[in-house]
């Protein structure tokens, strides 16, 4: 335990190791190991270097020793270019002789399945017992812009050594070494300095967890992009962010396998709706993480909280010199949830005296076709939206110019942004034509995120802008009073529960039912609802029958005592007709409740990342359109009531055709109740409650059915 401990906090060995060993090195000219060696000696490495290979020989007046066994004490890192059969004889070899560290490049791992996966167990535990930290297998290495320090097989051209001008820097971080290259290149080709490129390939031991650490300790990493597949120890990987977040430092994720929610088949609505994708996204964005959709997306963000620390608050400031990129945007921005708000009328008054009577002070802001001599125009547009209380981030998008023109223009954005920090893109258009050499210095100079593409500003500019509305939510939270704990909840039987015994539950929780009670004869039925009132509704209860209506185990508006006994005898032929074997609980009796806005309200408890709550229009709209909110178990009332506000049936929910609007505080504080039995009993796997009916103002909820599935 001690040695996995020091592994998780000093990876140093690892990236900048004073001595290096180079194991299965071959002479000749172009093999892997002439590679990696002529990389360490073309990026200057100057510790203490060390060849192994069987043929022996002498590299540039180094002696090639052919054993490991050979290598002095306590070498730092070991580079082992070795096929997979020999790794574990070379690993206990390395531990032999003190090795702080090893990179292994040799795949034929746990990526060819179990067989393989027992051979990478092995050695990842023969590493760490002793003390070696091992970075791999099936990695392409990595590079170390901080020291001048690169591991790689492939001839490349080697990044520049950071400078202390250059700035805080960007780590990338992939289990993917092709696209940790993609993204770090994509960024430095645009001035962005990059600290490292690690990739971390399969994970045996060294994985995000250890690295993100020692990127929380590293002065020059300021923000991390992340590209994962597979996050493979939860807990380690949280408190990582954890750390990261404490230190103040950024981490963009990319994580494919969003089709999983549309994929996995389980046994409710809320299951099939809230895959683990869903679940990790939820709990690392709750950590501090910004989670994207492309990488595209990994490389913009990347860049713009590198340059923007601090994510914003508020609409979209667009100006422009194209009336019709106005009406594109506003089309653009809507479903991705952010919003252009108007000017307010103290910057529309600032702007009104500089501006042309043809060109209205507004939100988008049209300044036509911007010709000589007003580009000042730019700028002065730029403090009018930094200056907006309601908008949070600015994009100045603009038809590139003649070349003698284009520094002018960002010039004048330049100016405009001196001594603000508010998220800013400055998009050069006719992404086809190269820029001006002087405009892409001015922008690497002054750290300006300059982009080709409107569109891609957009959507980097709301995606930013979501990660602030969550930053927010969570700061709420944090601020606001710890819910009280749910108490006096019954013991649950392990298994899907019948109905009733789901419905007990979330009484118990203070979650109203409809008025009713479990009945196992006739009579006792008409007992139940001779003290409720008609009309009713009876369904058999079961733990076996977990779709009633198709078995024909619902009977509704019974409205007098006749009706019930002959529909009590309807209901247990329906059942005997459906499944001779199955023996009933009994026969819940109910008052037939008041019609509403049916929705659905559930929560499903991922193995990894732990319970999702879902909220969205119920009954068969949730099969038909999927339209739901997944949200975390303790999210705060108003941020769920925006939640609902986000729905896209939420007209449905607020006076839709002259239905009363619905109760939204009332709904949100369903919500929070299932998540808080969530949290107050893990042994609950799933909550799935559909229809639940929402009322109008004042009047509450009713939950119609239950699901409750105990582990």
Same mark, same amino acid.
């Given at each position: 335990?001690?040695?996995?401990?020091?592994?998780?906090?000093?990876?140093?060995?690892?990236?900048?190791?004073?001595?290096?060993?180079?194991?299965?090195?071959?002479?000749?000219?172009?093999?892997?190991?002439?590679?990696?060696?002529?990389?360490?000696?073309?990026?200057?490495?100057?510790?203490?270097?060390?060849?192994?290979?069987?043929?022996?020989?002498?590299?540039?007046?180094?002696?090639?020793?052919?054993?490991? %066994?050979?290598?002095?004490?306590?070498?730092?890192?070991?580079?082992?270019?070795?096929?997979?059969?020999?790794?574990?004889?070379?690993?206990?070899?390395?531990?032999?002789?003190?090795?702080?560290?090893?990179?292994?490049?040799?795949?034929?791992?746990?990526?060819?399945?179990?067989?393989?996966?027992?051979?990478?167990?092995?050695?990842?535990?023969?590493?760490?017992?002793?003390?070696?930290?091992?970075?791999?297998?099936?990695?392409?290495?990595?590079?170390?812009?901080?020291?001048?320090?690169?591991?790689?097989?492939?001839?490349?051209?080697?990044?520049?050594?950071?400078?202390?001008?250059?700035?805080?820097?960007?780590?990338?971080?992939?289990?993917?070494?092709?696209?940790?290259?993609?993204?770090? %290149?994509?960024?430095?080709?645009?001035?962005?300095?990059?600290?490292?490129? @690690?990739?971390?390939?399969?994970?045996?031991?060294?994985?995000?967890?250890?690295?993100?650490?020692?990127?929380?300790?590293? *002065?020059?990493?300021?923000?991390?992009?992340?590209?994962?597949?597979?996050?493979?120890?939860?807990?380690?990987?949280?408190?990582?962010?954890?750390?990261?977040?404490?230190?103040?430092?950024?981490?963009?994720?990319?994580?494919?396998?969003?089709?999983?929610?549309?994929?996995?088949?389980?046994?409710?609505?809320?299951?099939?709706?809230?895959?683990?994708?869903?679940?990790?996204?939820?709990?690392?964005?709750?950590?501090?993480?910004?989670?994207?959709?492309?990488?595209?997306?990994?490389?913009?963000?990347?860049?713009?909280?590198?340059?923007?620390?601090?994510?914003?608050?508020?609409?979209?400031?667009?100006?422009?010199?194209?009336?019709?990129?106005?009406?594109?945007?506003?089309?653009?921005?809507?479903?991705?949830?952010?919003?252009?708000?108007?000017?307010?009328?103290?910057?529309?008054?600032?702007?009104?005296?500089?501006?042309?009577?043809?060109?209205?002070?507004?939100?988008?802001?049209?300044?036509?076709?911007?010709?000589?001599?007003?580009?000042?125009?730019?700028?002065?547009?730029?403090?009018?939206?930094?200056?907006?209380?309601?908008?949070?981030?600015?994009?100045?998008?603009?038809?590139?110019?003649?070349?003698?023109?284009?520094?002018?223009?960002?010039?004048?954005?330049?100016?405009?942004?001196?001594?603000?920090?508010?998220?800013?893109?400055?998009?050069?258009?006719?992404?086809?034509?190269?820029?001006?050499?002087?405009?892409?210095?001015?922008?690497?100079?002054?750290?300006?995120?300059?982009?080709?593409?409107?569109?891609?500003?957009?959507?980097?500019?709301?995606?930013?802008?979501?990660?602030?509305? @969550?930053?927010?939510?969570?700061?709420?939270?944090?601020?606001?009073?710890?819910?009280?704990?749910?108490?006096?909840?019954?013991?649950?039987? *392990?298994?899907?529960?019948?109905?009733?015994?789901?419905?007990?539950?979330?009484?118990?929780?203070?979650?109203?039912?409809?008025?009713?009670?479990?009945?196992?004869?006739?009579?006792?039925?008409?007992?139940?609802?001779?003290?409720?009132?008609?009309?009713?509704?009876?369904?058999?209860?079961?733990?076996?029958?977990?779709?009633?209506?198709?078995?024909?185990?619902?009977?509704?508006?019974?409205?007098?005592?006749?009706?019930?006994? %002959?529909?009590?005898?309807?209901?247990?032929?329906?059942?005997?007709?459906?499944?001779?074997?199955?023996? @009933?609980?009994?026969?819940?009796?109910?008052?037939?409740?008041?019609?509403?806005?049916?929705?659905?309200?559930?929560?499903?408890?991922?193995?990894?990342?732990?319970?999702?709550?879902?909220?969205?229009?119920?009954?068969?709209?949730?099969?038909?359109?999927?339209?739901?909110?997944?949200?975390?178990?303790?999210?705060?009332?108003?941020?769920?009531?925006?939640?609902?506000?986000?729905?896209?049936?939420?007209?449905? @929910?607020?006076?839709?055709?002259?239905?009363?609007?619905?109760?939204?505080?009332?709904?949100?504080?369903?919500?929070?109740?299932?998540?808080?039995?969530?949290?107050?009993?893990?042994?609950?796997?799933?909550?799935?409650?559909?229809?639940?009916?929402?009322?109008?103002?004042?009047?509450?909820?009713?939950?119609?059915?239950?699901?409750?599935?105990?582990?």
């Amino acid at each position: 335990m001690d040695a996995q401990v020091t592994l998780t906090h000093d990876l140093q060995p690892l990236v900048a190791p004073r001595s290096v060993a180079i194991v299965g090195l071959s002479t000749k000219p172009g093999s892997a190991g002439m590679v990696v060696l002529q990389n360490l000696m073309t990026a200057g490495y100057g510790g203490d270097l060390h060849l192994v290979g069987r043929s022996g020989g002498v590299v540039d007046g180094r002696t090639v020793l052919t054993s490991v %066994a050979e290598l002095p004490e306590g070498v730092d890192l070991a580079i082992l270019l070795l096929p997979s059969d020999v790794v574990l004889d070379t690993v206990k070899a390395c531990v032999a002789r003190g090795v702080r560290a090893g990179v292994c490049f040799a795949s034929g791992f746990a990526e060819m399945g179990d067989e393989g996966r027992a051979r990478q167990q092995e050695i990842a535990d023969t590493a760490r017992a002793g003390g070696m930290r091992l970075l791999g297998p099936n990695t392409i290495g990595f590079f170390n812009n901080v020291d001048g320090f690169h591991v790689s097989m492939v001839k490349l051209t080697l990044p520049p050594r950071l400078r202390p001008e250059d700035g805080p820097a960007v780590a990338v971080v992939a289990q993917s070494g092709g696209i940790g290259v993609h993204v770090s %290149a994509a960024l430095q080709s645009r001035g962005v300095p990059v600290s490292y490129v @690690l990739a971390t390939g399969n994970e045996a031991q060294i994985g995000l967890a250890e690295v993100l650490r020692f990127l929380a300790r590293d *002065p020059a990493t300021a923000t991390a992009v992340i590209y994962a597949e597979q996050i493979r120890s939860v807990p380690a990987v949280l408190q990582a962010l954890a750390d990261m977040r404490a230190a103040g430092k950024r981490v963009v994720l990319l994580h494919p396998g969003r089709s999983e929610l549309a994929q996995q088949a389980t046994s409710s609505h809320t299951g099939a709706l809230a895959g683990n994708h869903a679940a990790m996204r939820l709990a690392v964005e709750r950590a501090g993480v910004l989670v994207v959709d492309s990488l595209e997306e990994a490389i913009d963000l990347g860049e713009l909280m590198l340059r923007f620390p601090v994510p914003p608050l508020g609409g979209l400031g667009l100006i422009t010199a194209s009336g019709a990129l106005c009406g594109i945007a506003l089309d653009y921005l809507e479903p991705l949830e952010l919003a252009m708000p108007p000017m307010s009328p103290a910057q529309m008054e600032s702007l009104r005296e500089h501006l042309p009577a043809y060109t209205p002070p507004r939100n988008p802001l049209d300044l036509g076709t911007l010709v000589d001599p007003r580009p000042d125009l730019i700028g002065l547009g730029v403090v009018a939206q930094q200056e907006d209380p309601a908008i949070g981030s600015l994009l100045v998008s603009l038809p590139m110019p003649s070349p003698q023109l284009a520094p002018v223009w960002l010039d004048s954005f330049l100016q405009g942004m001196k001594g603000r920090s508010k998220p800013a893109i400055f998009v050069m258009q006719n992404e086809g034509v190269p820029l001006p050499a002087e405009v892409q210095e001015m922008a690497v100079r002054s750290g300006t995120v300059l982009m080709r593409s409107p569109e891609r500003a957009l959507r980097a500019l709301a995606r930013f802008a979501r990660h602030g509305r @969550l930053q927010a939510e969570w700061q709420a939270k944090t601020e606001a009073a710890a819910a009280p704990a749910l108490v006096g909840l019954p013991a649950l039987p *392990p298994g899907t529960l019948p109905e009733w015994q789901g419905k007990e539950l979330l009484r118990a929780a203070g979650l109203a039912t409809p008025a009713g009670a479990l009945a196992t004869t006739a009579d006792e039925a008409v007992a139940v609802a001779a003290r409720i009132g008609y009309p009713m509704v009876i369904k058999a209860q079961a733990a076996r029958l977990a779709h009633k209506t198709e078995a024909g185990g619902v009977l509704l508006n019974l409205r007098d005592e006749a009706a019930l006994r %002959a529909g009590w005898q309807q209901l247990h032929d329906n059942i005997r007709r459906h499944d001779a074997s199955l023996v @009933l609980d009994g026969v819940l009796v109910e008052a037939m409740g008041e019609r509403g806005a049916e929705l659905v309200i559930g929560a499903v408890r991922d193995p990894q990342w732990g319970p999702v709550v879902m909220v969205g229009l119920g009954g068969i709209w949730v099969e038909a359109l999927g339209d739901v909110q997944l949200m975390p178990a303790d999210l705060p009332l108003p941020a769920i009531v925006s939640r609902l506000r986000a729905l896209k049936g939420a007209k449905l @929910l607020q006076g839709f055709r002259g239905a009363p609007p619905v109760d939204l505080q009332a709904v949100a504080r369903a919500v929070a109740t299932v998540g808080a039995l969530m949290a107050a009993r893990p042994d609950i796997a799933e909550i799935d409650i559909n229809p639940l009916v929402a009322y109008g103002e004042g009047r509450g909820v009713l939950a119609l059915d239950a699901l409750v599935v105990v582990r």
